[in-house]
C-alpha cells in the first residue's frame, strides 16, 4: 500500500507534526533502533519519519592530501565523520520508507539550512529533486494543520540552492586555508593542525586589529576634580585636566569654599518600548542579564521552539505582524499565573500596536511565545522562556517617561556640575520587569543662588584606557553589523576560533598564535581574509536565494579566486610555515606557564602531562623535583598572582556549567583547612597510626594522601585501581573497569 512521507529535520519536530495533522491517533513503528510515526488524514496513510539535521555533507573524492582541493561530492555524514554514526539508522529508515512513498512533503525548518538538508535527503535517498512544502514558523497545532493543508507545490528552489552553494564554498575554504596552514607548518618541521575559514578567517582578522591597537595603547594621565556636598557628588565642568599643575590650582582655590547654584535644568523625555527579538538580540539580551553565552541561548532556544512553546528562533525579523494573533497569544498566555495580570492588562488595551524594529526576515517572524502551557521548564531554560515572554508583552507597552536633571555649582569661579536620571512614569517597564536595568539618580530640587555646602574637594588621579575588548555578545552584534556569517552561524563561528587556540578569556583576547596566523595570511595572501571577499560572496548567495544568480557561476568564481591566492601562498610555504611553528610553540608554552617555583626560586612551575594524567612540575628537573597534582577534569589557567597566606601561584580550574573555581596550587596552604571536627578526627587517627581502612573496591589500603583540594583518603593500588574517599566518607571517584581481553578463537584454519 502506497502512502505519503512526510519528512521533518528531528524526531521532536516529527511527533508535533504528527499528533498536529492525525485524524485517528499516532502510531509509533520502528525501523532497526528508530522510530517513525503513522497516521490517518482524510482516508489518506501518512508516514511522518525525522532525520537528525544534516544527513548528508561535502567531501573530498581524492585521498590527495594536498591543495587545492576542488573535487568533492556529497556523502552520507557518518561515511565523513565516526562520530556522526548515529545517522546511518536514520539514512537506512529514510531509504526504506522512500521506496514505497508515492508523494513526498517537506517538513524541515524554513531556512536556509533546513531546505538543504531536505534537498540532500530529496536527492540522494529518494531518486527526486523536488516535493510538496509544509511551511510553518511554530510547532503549534494550528500552525502545523494550516502547512499541511496548505503546503506549497514545491520545495524552495532558491533556498535549497543558495544552501548548497553555502556549504560548497565553506568546504572550498575551510579545507584549502587549513590544508595550507598545516602543510606550512609541516614544512618547517613540525605537525599540527591549524585551521581557518571563508568567515572565520575575517573575524579573526578585525579581532587581531582590535588587540594589536589595545597592545600598542599608551595610557596618558589626567585628573578630575570631585566635589562632595551634604546631598550629592558634583564634578568639575572640564572632565580631564592635563596639566597636575593646573588641576592643583583649581583644587587650591575651591577647597573650602561653599557652591552656588546657578542653574538646574529638568528635562522629561519618552523612552520608547523595546523591538521583538530576533536571534542576535536574544543572545544580546541573554548574555547581558544571564552571562550565557550565544552558543547556549541559541540552543536554549531551539529546545523551547521543539517543545512548541516559542517560536522559529533562527529569525532576523524585529517586526510582529497582527496576523499572528496577538490575543489569542495573550489569552493562551493569560492561563498561566506567571503571567495572567501583564496579560489581562495588554488585553484591556482596545488595539494592540507592537514596536516593531526595521529588520525583517522572509521566512519567519520575530521570536515570539506561541501561548502553550510549558512544562518542566527549570533553570536557563525558564530564564530564556521568562525573557521572552515579557519582551513579547513590553512591545505592546506604552512609552516610559524618564526625566534627566542638571545642577550647575558655581565655587568660586569654577563651574561644578552634577546629573542625574529617574523614571516618572513606568510605562512598559512594568511589563518587561525585571529586565529593565536602568540607573535611578535623583536630584533634589534647587533654586538659583542656592548656597550648597562643599563639604570636600577630592583630586583624582586617572588615565586613558584601551579600546575596550570585545565579549561572546558584543562580537556577535559586531559580525552582524559587518555582514559576517548568518543569524545561525556566528556563535558557532566565535566558539570555533576559541577551540583552535586563537582567542582566550570571555573578554576576547587573541593569542599569539591568533596573531601570528593573521600576520602570516595578510603578508602573504590578504585576501583569504578579506572581509569584502566575504560579504561578496554573502551578495551573491542572496541574489542566488532570490534566483537572481546561479549556484554553478559563483561556485566556478570561488575556484577561480582560491587558485589565485593559493598558488601566491605555495610559493611561500616554508617562511609561513617557520612564522607559524614559532607561534604554536610560544602560545604552548604561555598556556603551561603557572609561575615561578618556590622551592629552587630558579625554576618556572609548567604544566605537564603524562599517562597518569596532568600535574605541574618545575622546569629545572631533575635539579628540582618539586611537582604537584592537579585535578583530571577542568581546564587549568594560572591567573598570574599569588596566594596571599602561602606565596604560591593561584590557578583557576573551569568546569562547563560551574563558576570557576579559585585554588592555590600548594597542598599544605593554611587556606586549605578541614573544617569538618569528624575529618579533622580521622586525619590525626592516621597520622597516630590507629585509623586502618581497607579500600572496598580492591581491598588494597587506603592512605592518607593530599592535591590542590586538600587531604583525602586514596588507593594505595593507585593507578590499578583509581579510589578515592573524602575525608568525610563521600566517594568522589570509583574504580575503572580494566578492559576485559577478547577471547582467541582456537578454531582450525
Same mark, same amino acid.
Given at each position: ?11 521532536? @519536530? ?31 496513510? +501518512? ?88 511551511? $510553518? ?18 520545495? *524552495?528552489?532558491?533556498?535549497? *540552492? ?230 513579547? $508583552?513590553?512591545?505592546?507597552?506604552? #512609552? ?65 584606557? #584601551? ?115 614559532? @607561534? ?46 592537579? #585535578? ?20 583557576? +580550574? ?5 563558576? #570557576?573555581?579559585?585554588?592555590? +596550587? ?12 569528624? @575529618? ?6 592516621? *597520622? ?62
Amino acid at each position: 500500500m502506497s502512502y505519503k512521507l512526510i519528512i521533518s529535520e528531528k524526531p521532536s @519536530a516529527a511527533r508535533k507534526i504528527a499528533e498536529a495533522i492525525a485524524e485517528k491517533g499516532v502510531k509509533t513503528l520502528k525501523a532497526g533502533d528508530v522510530s517513525y510515526l503513522e497516521i490517518e488524514r482524510k482516508g489518506e496513510k +501518512i508516514l511522518v519519519a525525522p532525520a537528525v539535521g544534516h544527513l548528508f555533507g561535502l567531501a573530498q573524492k581524492s585521498k590527495n592530501w594536498t591543495y587545492p582541493v576542488f573535487d568533492t561530492e556529497w556523502q552520507p555524514t557518518f561515511k565523513i565523520s565516526k562520530n556522526a554514526g548515529y545517522a546511518k539508522k536514520y539514512y537506512n529508515m529514510l531509504k526504506k520508507l522512500s521506496k514505497d512513498a508515492d508523494q513526498f512533503i517537506v517538513a524541515t525548518d524554513l531556512d536556509i539550512e533546513g531546505e538543504t538538508i531536505a534537498f540532500t535527503i530529496l536527492k540522494n535517498i529518494c531518486k527526486t529533486t523536488d516535493a510538496k512544502r509544509m511551511e $510553518f514558523s511554530t510547532l503549534t497545532k494550528g500552525d502545523l494543520i494550516n502547512a499541511y493543508d496548505n503546503a506549497k507545490p514545491h520545495i *524552495n528552489f532558491g533556498l535549497a *540552492n543558495a544552501g548548497v552553494t553555502r556549504h560548497t564554498l565553506d568546504f572550498y575554504f575551510g579545507i584549502n586555508i587549513s590544508r595550507a596552514l598545516t602543510i606550512a607548518v609541516k614544512t618547517a618541521g613540525t605537525y599540527k593542525v591549524l585551521s581557518a575559514g571563508r568567515v572565520q578567517g575575517p573575524a579573526l582578522a578585525f579581532l587581531a586589529k582590535r588587540e594589536k591597537e589595545i597592545k600598542a595603547f599608551k595610557s596618558t594621565p589626567f585628573w578630575q576634580i570631585e566635589m562632595l556636598t551634604p546631598k550629592f557628588t558634583a564634578m568639575y565642568e572640564n572632565d580631564k585636566i592635563l596639566d597636575k599643575k593646573d588641576a592643583e590650582k583649581i583644587v587650591s582655590e575651591t577647597t573650602g569654599k561653599d557652591a552656588k547654584v546657578i542653574e538646574q535644568i529638568n528635562k522629561n523625555y519618552k523612552q520608547k518600548p523595546p523591538t521583538p527579538f530576533n536571534l542576535t538580540d536574544l543572545q544580546v539580551e541573554a548574555h547581558k542579564l544571564f552571562s550565557i553565552v550565544p552558543r547556549d541561548t541559541q540552543q536554549i532556544a531551539q529546545k523551547l521552539y521543539e517543545a512548541a512553546v516559542i517560536s522559529y528562533p533562527r529569525t532576523s525579523s524585529q517586526q510582529l505582524s497582527e496576523k499572528l494573533g496577538f490575543r489569542e497569544i495573550l489569552e493562551k498566555l493569560s492561563r498561566n499565573k506567571e503571567y495572567t495580570d501583564k496579560a489581562k492588562h495588554l488585553l484591556s488595551l482596545a488595539k494592540l500596536t507592537p514596536n516593531n524594529g526595521k529588520k525583517t526576515d522572509d521566512a519567519h517572524p520575530p521570536i515570539h511565545p506561541t501561548g502553550e502551557m510549558p512544562k518542566g521548564l527549570a533553570g536557563r531554560d525558564k530564564k530564556i522562556y521568562d525573557l521572552i515572554v515579557k519582551r513579547f $508583552f513590553a512591545t505592546f507597552g506604552t #512609552p516610559a517617561t524618564r526625566q534627566s536633571s542638571k545642577i550647575v555649582l558655581d565655587v568660586n569661579t569654577h563651574k561644578f556640575q552634577t546629573e542625574g536620571k529617574r523614571t516618572i512614569e513606568n510605562g512598559w517597564f512594568d511589563l518587561y520587569e525585571p529586565y529593565v536595568k536602568l540607573e535611578e539618580i535623583t536630584l533634589p530640587q534647587m533654586t538659583d543662588n542656592e548656597i550648597v555646602e562643599n563639604k570636600k574637594i577630592t583630586l583624582l588621579d586617572k588615565e586613558t584606557k #584601551p579600546p575596550n575588548r570585545y565579549n561572546e555578545s558584543s562580537i556577535i552584534k559586531e559580525l552582524e553589523k559587518r555582514n559576517l556569517g548568518t543569524k545561525a552561524t556566528r556563535a558557532e563561528i566565535i566558539n570555533n576560533l576559541y577551540k583552535r587556540n586563537y582567542l582566550m578569556e570571555k573578554r576576547i583576547e587573541v593569542t599569539d598564535l591568533g596573531l601570528t596566523v593573521i600576520d602570516t595570511l595578510e603578508k602573504y595572501c590578504p585576501e583569504i581574509i578579506s572581509e569584502d571577499l566575504t560579504r561578496s560572496f554573502e551578495k551573491h548567495m542572496k541574489n542566488i536565494e532570490h534566483e537572481k544568480e546561479s549556484s554553478d557561476d559563483i561556485i566556478n568564481k570561488a575556484e577561480k579566486e582560491l587558485t589565485v591566492i593559493l598558488k601566491k601562498y605555495k610559493e611561500n610555504e616554508k617562511e609561513i610555515g617557520t612564522s607559524l611553528v614559532k @607561534a604554536t610553540r610560544e602560545t604552548q608554552n604561555e598556556e603551561s606557564t603557572i609561575g615561578p617555583c618556590k622551592n629552587c626560586d630558579e625554576g618556572t612551575l609548567m604544566m605537564k602531562r603524562s599517562k597518569f594524567g596532568r600535574f605541574i612540575a618545575c622546569d629545572k628537573y631533575p635539579d628540582c623535583k618539586s611537582t604537584y597534582s592537579l #585535578p583530571k577534569n577542568g581546564m587549568i589557567k594560572s591567573l598570574k598572582k599569588e596566594c596571599e597566606q602561602c606565596g604560591f601561584p593561584l590557578i583557576s +580550574i573551569i568546569n562547563k556549567g560551574k563558576k #570557576p573555581q579559585q585554588l592555590c +596550587i600548594n597542598p599544605k596552604c593554611p587556606s586549605k583547612k578541614v573544617e569538618d571536627e569528624k @575529618a579533622q578526627e580521622k586525619i590525626d587517627e592516621l *597520622n597516630n597510626g590507629t585509623l586502618v581502612k581497607n579500600c572496598p573496591k580492591c581491598k588494597s589500603k587506603l592512605i592518607l594522601r593530599s592535591s590542590i583540594y586538600g587531604k583525602f583518603l586514596g588507593c594505595s593500588g593507585y593507578p590499578k585501581c583509581k579510589y578515592t574517599e573524602r575525608l568525610d566518607g563521600k566517594v568522589t571517584a570509583k574504580k575503572y573497569p580494566t578492559k576485559k581481553k577478547k577471547a582467541v578463537s582456537k578454531k582450525k584454519k
